[in-house]
């Protein structure tokens, strides 16, 4: 069921209002290290081989998402996003070139939806050396979810243009898939269009929850989890980042293949009082909502 184009998601980019406290918060607290610096931009890595998972800009006083970027199959694939993105209704910011202001490098388009979401596609970019799995530390991102306020709409965007799949929907949300991880980007069925949260792999279940505990002697207490999803069947905790920012770590994703049945939201109901598979933790409350709902994407032009 993936997508013909699309290999994965490698990073996303985000406008922070102080930068100096993300790069303590990032490396100490969620165990990221800096891979690459600018005077107004820090560039973090995890233990794979994506030189970055985020790519963080000194900003105004509210946090915005810049872009999430995607990595082509191949510099065909890339042409054929570029081709398909225009008659899915999406816009080229920057055509196919060469991305000299990325450390990244590579080969790459920058595309806008109907909504103002912001996607690049890279082809060729820098990889740097694969530690595999350590202890604790984040390997590389696994899915962002992007709120929809026509998430039907959203939906047929990803299908055209960058050839996701329907993995699942349920209720709250449409999982599109691209390659064996379950879901790469989810759709968040909302009244606006803000990033909805970030997902980080980690190596194991037990750097999920010692993750917790770190995060909590920080001074960031887990907003929801440890649980497991139905969707992914991917192990979660979820927290705010200093500033408001969603961010998960998880581990377990489900890996899929074409034989993998998409069910609809009459398939994926909980029985009453769960929200997820163990049902230990009680639901995200309202300030865990309140925050997937307020970090919209920088306008383009
Ligand atoms: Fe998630």
Redesign the pocket.
Known sequence: MSSPWIAGLRSVALNVPDLAAAEKFYTETWQLEVVHRKDNAIYLRGSGSDHHLLALYAGGAVPQIRQVTLRARSAEALQAVAEAVPRAGGTIISPIGPLTKNPAGGTGLTLRDPHGRVFQVVHGDTRVDDRGVQKDRPIRLT?V?LNSHAVDETQKFLSEALGFRLADRTGIMAFMNCDTDHHTI?IGISDNDALN?I?FLMPDYESVMRGGGRMKDAGYPIQWGPGR?GP?N?L?N?FIDPFGIVI?Y?AEVEQVDENYQARGPEDWKWPPGRVDQWGISPPPGPVLKEAQKRIFFAPTH
């Open positions: 899915h979810v989810a949260h997902a999803h992914g991917n979660f979820y998960e998880t």
